[in-house]
């Protein structure tokens, strides 16, 4: 059985980069448009205007983490299996990098460069700094029990933590802790990695 076709709608300099790196994770066939936010062609598939989005069986799917994680799903990679116990904590894990990381770095991107200038509040982010730095502290224990967040599977949530890891350091935000500085590393240097950033 062939795999499906997919589209991947977004520019990598986005949470697109996500889609792409889980593709490649599988080993999927894919076209990428990298199209960008707010674009005709993405609102045509996204009301919002906001990437990536995902065309599968020619249906549009939104959301970085709601893609990547249908995509592990339907693959059977990158996950534990949906109602395990293993699959409930993997799921708490990706929920607390989109909480505690993801939204603090989304943002910080707000206030930066995306609100319209008068309602930008530039101060926010030496805040948003501090909570970035103490959500990582309490995320490093996490990586004892193996090189990823669920031991010895590389699941969602690492990838979703290394993306992040990314975007702070172009966001200039403090260096994580050396546990997760190094997951990064590990993160960053595998294969898929290299190819989903050159898509």
Request: charged residues 20%.
């Amino acid at each position: 059985m062939t795999d499906p076709a997919y589209t991947v709608i977004g520019t990598t300099r986005s949470r697109t980069a996500r889609v792409l790196w889980a593709l490649e994770e599988l080993g999927l066939a894919y076209v990428h448009h990298p199209a960008l936010p707010q674009s005709e062609d993405v609102r045509a598939l996204n009301p919002s205007g906001k990437v990536p989005v995902l065309v599968a069986d020619g249906v549009p799917i939104t959301d970085s983490v709601a893609i990547v994680q249908f995509l592990a799903d339907r693959h059977g990679g990158l996950t534990h299996r949906a109602g395990t116990i293993d699959r409930a904590h993997q799921d708490g894990l990706t929920q607390l990098v989109l909480d505690e990381i993801d939204a603090v770095l989304w943002t910080a991107a707000r206030h930066s460069f995306i609100l319209p200038p008068e309602m930008r509040l530039p101060a926010i982010k030496q805040s948003l700094m501090w909570e970035f730095s103490r959500s990582l502290d309490r995320l490093a224990p996490r990586l004892d029990r193996g090189p990823w967040l669920m031991g010895d599977l590389f699941t969602v949530p690492d990838l979703l933590l290394a993306h992040c890891i990314g975007w702070a350091k172009a966001a200039k935000f403090p260096d994580p802790p050396a546990a997760i500085a190094d997951h990064h590393a590990r993160a960053a240097a595998r294969p898929a990695w290299g190819r989903a950033i050159r898509a």
